[in-house]
């Protein structure tokens, strides 16, 4: 990482100069800690700021604030329009996030809304931003949920005390002749456009309720506005499923050809290849099956993924042949794949890893006969910090399924009993977890120590079912409650990602009381049967995805 020039808070004077943060509730930027930022890709946010005039915030991390630009027309993918850039003051890392109404009088009062955010990286033989900053001429790689691919913004001029800049999108495979930024109007945050956020700055508008219920309130305790996390309020749209047109398209190729999906193409093979042999309850499945089940879970499935790195259980010869883990970005993956360079990676560990963020991206990993998914516990923006607490139960030999989902209600006891939120989840094999969300702030450490000791008291109570021997050998077959899945670069299969066993079985999650149900298993659903109860039950988990959760403290 470069060499900072600047502490942000001097970096923010005239931002802050221009601000009466007593009246405004856009931030401060007093938060910046005093270490340098986690690595990986940078952010970018892009706010849609309804203000004397439209026009659209286009701000990258850089050094610890938000280098910004006001893009009157806004960015766009179309490479022969050029857009005017103009260069104002940095704004602080918490602006990322901000939504809400300016108040009237204030600098820049108006609405503004989330309309694009994601993660950036310098154009090859680039390695220092603020430096070409500082020059005028930046080219760089956006992974975002509305503007990808290779952008330059080039210095102009000045006009009186502004910078003109030129902002183009390069001719690549994210290219798109007349694309109009205006034709995505919805914010990526919380689905809201800004005549909502105006009518109700202080309420998040569910985009996937009835009207009568969309607006919920997200102010805090005290009073002040909410800042959601990053993957608070995911919303089906950023993440379409296909359309029949392309499935007919999918269905109408020969064994191998190229499928587009959601605007982006994928080079498929071998695409009759049966990957799962067939079980009793369920048919053989293709590859182009396992292709098919990814592009229409990929709406439920990827707010799991996004923003993670994710290792990889891949079994091209079927899972009736030895498969392999593979942590490692395949060697063929396409550029607009979103990636992640683990910095910390000794001589011989893996340095790069896929993340998944787009349908396109499942499309790829299935076609790699990458038939489980395990994102990280944490996000690349601080892979030292996660976001989920896990307790696997990894029932033995000796254990019956009742055994399983005795030891999960034991859990489902506890966790009430601390006021803790968390929901279960089926394996797709044998095995139930527990996913519990955590706010920002815990270390590896607080959530596996949290979880040993929760989970060694519902160990002491059925003595005889559990097991703290680390060897399976030494089980004597009996279960173990296993807390060291909470640690870097540790996972747990994704929620929906299927399981490499005949049939396809798929992970799926619970309520707690379907935990009672006498007809539940942990590989009662596959493929082809998990699009159906997710259309009649949902994803219990979702809603607590990005929960701002503190875990109570153990004696």
């Keep these: 990482m470069p060499e900072r020039r600047s502490a942000p808070a001097e970096r923010l004077a005239r931002y802050r100069a221009k601000r009466d943060f007593a009246t405004t509730s856009e931030p401060r930027g007093d938060e910046w800690p005093a270490a340098d930022p986690p690595a990986g890709d940078a952010r970018f946010v892009v706010q849609r700021h309804r203000a004397r005039r439209l026009h659209y915030d286009l701000r990258l991390e850089v050094d610890g604030v938000l280098v910004s630009w006001a893009v009157p027309k806004g960015p766009t993918l179309d490479p022969s329009a050029r857009r005017l850039a103009v260069h104002v003051e940095d704004h602080p890392l918490e602006y990322f996030d901000f939504e809400g109404v300016i108040p009237s009088g204030e600098y820049g009062g108006g609405d503004v809304i989330v309309w694009d955010w994601g993660h950036w990286q310098l154009a090859p033989g680039g390695d220092d931003p603020a430096a070409a900053v500082a020059a005028g001429s930046l080219h760089v790689d956006l992974f975002g949920e509305k503007l990808r691919g290779r952008f330059a913004l080039v210095r102009r001029g000045h006009q009186g005390d502004k910078e003109q800049w030129l902002l183009v999108h390069k001719h690549d495979d994210a290219a798109e002749e007349g694309w109009d930024p205006e034709a995505f109007p919805r914010s990526v945050k919380s689905g809201r456009t800004n005549d909502e956020v105006k009518a109700a700055p202080d309420l998040l508008w569910r985009s996937d309720a009835p009207a009568a219920e969309a607006a919920v309130a997200v102010a805090r305790p005290d009073g002040r506005p909410a800042k959601l996390p990053w993957a608070r309020a995911l919303d089906d749209t950023r993440w379409p499923a296909p359309t029949d047109a392309e499935l007919d398209a999918l269905d109408a190729l020969e064994s191998a050809g190229s499928w587009s999906v959601d605007g982006t193409s994928v080079a498929l093979s071998n695409l009759d290849k049966v990957l799962f042999p067939a079980r009793v309850d369920a048919p053989a499945v293709t590859k182009r099956d ?47 794949m979103h990636r992640w360079r683990n910095a910390e990676a000794d001589p011989g560990e ?53 055994d399983v989902l005795t030891l999960a209600r034991l859990y489902r006891t506890a966790l009430d009993h601390l006021g803790v939120e968390g929901r279960p ?7 139930v977890q527990i996913w519990i969300p955590v706010g920002p702030g815990y270390g590896f450490d607080d959530t596996r ?47 929906f990602s299927a399981r490499p066993v005949p049939g396809a079985p798929v992970s799926v999650t619970l309520e707690w009381d379907e935990l009672d149900d006498p007809e539940l ?18 994803d219990p988990l979702r809603p607590l995805i990005g929960l701002d959760q503190r875990l109570p403290a153990l004696s």
Excluded: C
């Excluded at 259980?313 to 395949?330: Q, T």
């Excluded at 963020?357 to 996000?379: C, G, I, K, Y």
């Excluded at 989840?425 to 095995?431: I, M, N, S, Y």
């Design 425 to 431: 989840k089926v394996t797709g094999k044998r095995g």
């Design 449 to 495: 120590g949290w979880v040993e000791t929760v989970s060694r008291a519902v160990g002491a109570t059925v003595p005889d079912l559990v097991s703290w021997r680390w060897r399976k050998d030494d089980r004597s077959g009996r279960a173990r409650l296993d807390f060291t899945q909470n640690a870097i670069n540790r996972t747990l299969v994704a929620p």
């Design 521 to 538: 298993r942990p590989d009662r659903w596959t493929i082809a049967t998990v699009l159906d109860r997710l259309a009649a039950a949902g």
């Design 350 to 402: 893996t340095e790069w890893y896929a993340v998944l963020d787009r349908p396109a991206a499942l499309v790829f990993m299935a076609n790699q006969a990458a038939l489980e998914l395990h994102p990280w516990t944490s996000r690349v923006t601080d892979v030292h910090e996660p976001t989920w607490a896990f307790i696997d139960i990894d029932p033995g030999p000796a254990n019956d399924p009742e």
């Design 290 to 336: 396992l292709i098919r089940y990814h592009a229409l879970v990929a709406p439920t499935m990827l707010p799991y993924l996004v923003d993670r790195p994710v290792n990889l259980h891949r079994s091209p010869n079927g899972v009736d042949r030895p498969g392999f883990w593979s942590k490692a970005l395949p060697a063929n993956a396409p550029d607009w």
